[in-house]
């Protein structure tokens, strides 16, 4: 006679699912984590086994975690090619950095609009650090303070739904932004255009805040340029007929 705590085959077999589906995500969230940051590189290939073998699972979360990760459209599945981590083209990360600059433009004018107190001494931190880490310390830390910086102006702004657009649309391009700060003068001029975007909000100027923004996002002919002449070509996804 069975046990009364024995669960039944049925039950077993939920908690089970549950159980590969939280593997799942656990493992989607890792690998989502590694692309996005630029651990693993655009173009690199994923294998089933190996991920398996690496997370101590079967190769069933392992494969629906890959399926996750292919519906975000951060891997590709061709034949003969296998998996893959998807590569943007030129013209796409153009696009993505385009559309960046044009919103922190018009997050650092919301915020001008809507300085007050806090967020002039929110800045002046957010300064300080960048100042700290451009002097002080590296390419890691400068990039840090680099970050907080433009979350202090997001949130200045007042506006979450905006902040959130720019936070995807940056996710989607960080792995090709790593070598953004590994000269001193790629920090330098970085530290130079924060000091003037803080002090265009601090003033409540919107149009030079906006401006200064926009100047600040490698997005136009010349930015983008060196941009790409940091980059190594096999990052970048060949370009199609697509618009």
Do not use: W
């Not at 070598?179 to 265009?200: E, G, M, P, Y």
């Not at 003033?203 to 030079?208: C, D, I, L, S, Y």
């Amino acid at each position: 006679m069975p046990n009364k705590h024995t669960p039944k085959p049925e039950q077993a077999n939920k908690t089970e699912k549950r159980q590969r589906g939280g593997r799942a995500a656990e493992i989607r969230n890792v690998l989502q984590d590694e692309i996005e940051s630029g651990l693993i590189l655009p173009g690199s290939q994923l294998d089933e086994r190996t991920l398996a073998e690496r997370f101590q699972v079967s190769r069933t979360p392992v494969r629906e975690a890959l399926q996750q990760l292919s519906a975000c459209n951060l891997i590709h599945t061709a034949p003969r090619q296998g998996i893959t981590v998807s590569r943007l083209s030129i013209s796409r990360i153009r696009a993505i950095m385009e559309s960046i600059g044009e919103l922190e433009a018009i997050c650092a004018k919301l915020a001008a609009r809507r300085i007050d107190n806090g967020l002039h001494q929110q800045l002046e931190i957010a300064l300080q650090s960048c100042q700290d880490a451009a002097f002080e310390g590296g390419q890691t830390e400068y990039s840090t303070a680099n970050t907080a910086f433009h979350e202090v102006i997001y949130t200045g702004s007042h506006n979450p739904y905006l902040a959130d657009l720019i936070r995807t649309a940056r996710r989607q391009i960080h792995c090709y932004r790593l070598r953004d700060f590994v000269t001193n003068a790629q920090i330098n001029q970085s530290l130079i255009d924060h000091r003037k975007i803080a002090r265009a909000i601090q003033e409540g100027n919107e149009a030079a805040a906006e401006n200064q923004m926009l100047l600040h996002v490698p997005s136009g002919s010349t930015g983008f340029s060196e941009f790409l002449a940091r980059m190594p070509r096999n990052l970048f996804e060949a370009e199609t007929d697509e618009a």
